[in-house]
């Protein structure tokens, strides 16, 4: 029932659980604004201590149900799954970290449990493999986009310079950020014929450069999505594996 969601008792513990989690995290926010906490500042600390309450039992009943409790515990839900109710505790002693229970907003990913998205299981892995095949060309693509900036920033600053708002090479540098990806805020300007025109440049660059990671991405999901569905090795966890694979080719393991 606690781990599971293919029983009705399982999946009305998660609807239960989701909504405790929904009214903590409001319980957590009415308390930030400072109208609603002076008229109901009391009742919304008892509420965050029962709800905590409930979330150190259900902690605790996930570690005693788990198949490897130590592989749940540090697993991606079960650090969550902690700091849902550590920080109220850490409250006590750190009053800032009282914040941060926010964060079990998080466990609502736990939603896809309840819709049985089943069917987008597979999309998911492919979206995700098809990051981490990206990683590597984006990172070399951000580090160019980092060299034009430092260049860019660096001449805007020799010619626009201190009277114009180009305080420094860094203060230039986040014009120039903030102009190549074309969001624009104009707190700083160029006022020069020669800083406009490097401007002018830079906008176009920009339009360029947006469509870079996207066509990244794009290229790599097409390519997981003809390899199919991705597989993964129970043994090692490699994945993805080749459409007419077998065997894993890290550990030989059969697929």
């Known amino acids: 029932m606690i781990f599971g969601h293919e029983t009705r008792a399982g999946r009305f513990y998660d609807v239960v659980l989701l909504t405790v989690i929904l009214l903590s995290v409001l319980t957590v926010l009415l308390e930030s604004v400072r109208s609603v906490d002076q008229a109901y500042g009391f009742d919304l600390r008892v509420a965050e201590w029962i709800f905590t309450s409930l979330f150190t039992i259900e902690y605790v009943a996930r570690l005693i149900c788990a198949r490897n409790a130590k592989h749940y515990a540090l697993s991606f839900f079960g650090i969550v799954d ?56 984006i990172v070399v693509f951000l580090f160019a986009v980092l060299a034009i900036v430092i260049i860019v920033g660096a001449m805007m ?92 080719k890290r550990c030989g393991t059969r697929l």
């Open 157 to 248: 600053y020799q010619i626009e310079g201190e009277a114009n708002g180009f305080t420094s090479i860094p203060t230039a540098m986040y014009w120039a950020i903030v102009t190549v990806t074309t969001v624009g805020y104009g707190d700083i300007s160029p006022h020069t014929v020669l800083g406009r025109i490097l401007a002018s440049m830079l906008m176009i660059v920009g339009y360029g450069i947006i469509a870079v990671p996207t066509g990244i991405v794009t290229f790599e999901f097409a390519r997981a999505s003809a390899a199919g569905p991705v597989r993964v090795c129970s043994a090692c966890g490699l994945r993805p594996h080749d459409k007419d694979a077998v065997f894993c």
């Open 82 to 137: 902690l700091l849902a109710f550590a920080p109220i505790y850490l409250s006590l002693f750190f009053r800032a970290a009282h914040s941060f229970t926010v964060v079990r907003s998080l466990r609502l990913l736990r939603v896809f449990r309840i819709l049985k998205l089943t069917e987008y299981i597979g999309e998911a892995a492919v979206l995700r493999v098809a990051l981490q095949e990206s990683i590597r060309k």
